[in-house]
T-cell receptor, first 110, second 119 residues
Framework: DAKTTQPNSMESNEEEPVHLPCNHSTISGTDYIHWYRQLPSQGPEYVIHGLTSNVNNRMASLAIAEDRKSSTLILHRATLRDAAVYYCNARGGSQGNLIFGKGTKLSVKP | GAGVSQSPRYKVAKRGQDVALRCDPISGHVSLFWYQQALGQGPEFLTYFQNEAQLDKSGLPSDRFFAERPEGSVSTLKIQRTQQEDSAVYLC?????????????????FGPGTRLTVL
């Protein structure tokens, strides 16, 4: 499993796009990149995952660098409900568990 | 549909007491995980089940921690002789299955957690 590095915190204004970066320079070719987020007093929830190609879903987009050593989670229009801690995981191998760092605490200002 | 549920949501124990935390995974989910989350930290892996088999317990911090999933559905995390450092939120997650060859990409669905406070 690759170690991931994320900024401790970020701020955004409501209805503006947010780009949350993650570095995973030791990622192997078969590691998937997962993003989860945790709202206050809740368990983490899945946001998106990808391997090589950029991915889009109803919640967000995931942009993966060509060398796969970094990725960016994109929230196209931040809302107050997007205020949470966002965790990036780069995981593969035979173990199923996720490895969480401290994540990035996103604050959204109205 | 029903998600992962955990009970109790809050538990206060006196130091030295035994506690049992319950997790009801999503029906049909094969894999079940337990994580421990200290205040201000990300969740840390404790143990993993595939059906009733405990395949990985490398994250359990001491032999006071024990987990079981006897029928491959509901799981219980038991902590014996609780200590103050055991105070944390205990999260359970389930996922549909493990892919062939051990490569896992399945989404994990988390419960709300049990907040344990040891006095």
């Amino acid at each position: 499993d690759a170690k991931t590095t994320q900024p401790n915190s970020m701020e955004s204004n409501e209805e503006e796009p947010v780009h949350l970066p993650c570095n995973h320079s030791t990622i192997s070719g078969t590691d998937y990149i997962h993003w989860y987020r945790q709202l206050p007093s809740q368990g983490p929830e899945y946001v998106i995952h990808g391997l090589t190609s950029n991915v889009n879903n109803r919640m967000a987009s995931l942009a993966i660098a060509e060398d796969r050593k970094s990725s960016t989670l994109i929230l196209h229009r931040a809302t107050l409900r997007d205020a949470a801690v966002y965790y990036c995981n780069a995981r593969g191998g035979s173990q199923g568990n996720l490895i969480f760092g401290k994540g990035t605490k996103l604050s959204v200002k109205p | 549909g029903a998600g992962v549920s955990q009970s109790p949501r809050y538990k206060v124990a006196k130091r030295g007491q035994d506690v049992a935390l319950r997790c009801d995974p999503i029906s049909g989910h094969v894999s079940l995980f337990w994580y421990q989350q200290a205040l201000g930290q990300g969740p840390e892996f404790l143990t993993y089940f595939q059906n009733e088999a405990q395949l990985d317990k490398s994250g359990l911090p001491s032999d006071r921690f024990f987990a079981e999933r006897p029928e491959g559905s509901v799981s219980t995390l038991k902590i014996q002789r609780t200590q103050q450092e055991d105070s944390a939120v205990y999260l359970c997650a389930s996922s549909l299955d493990r892919l062939a060859g051990g490569r896992v990409t399945d989404t994990q669905y988390f419960g709300p957690g049990t907040r344990l406070t040891v006095l």
